[in-house]
């Protein structure tokens, strides 16, 4: 898209539950543009919170282990 047309805007139309994780890829590769979700039928949002949510954890997964680490180590030392 830059090649066309260097000043470009877009727009990513996903479900609902997906828009937070497309955002973030999007800002991570440099896409300029906007993230819409769509609605998402209500019994789906159960599995696919879960899902988002482990999705987004294990893309930095460093940060996010190291908090929990860091976590454990003060409930061991508060338990002392």
Request: hydrophobic content about 50%; aromatic content about 12%; proline content about 4%.
């Amino acid at each position: 898209m830059e090649q066309a047309k260097p000043d470009y805007r877009c727009v990513m139309v996903t479900d609902d539950f997906h828009t937070f994780r497309a955002a973030l890829i999007a800002r991570r590769t440099g896409v300029n543009g906007h993230v819409f979700g769509s609605p998402t039928a209500r019994y789906y949002w159960p599995s696919a919170t879960i899902r988002e949510f482990a999705a987004v954890f294990l893309s930095h997964k460093l940060i996010n282990f190291g908090i929990c680490g860091l976590l454990a180590l003060c409930g061991v030392l508060a338990a002392l």
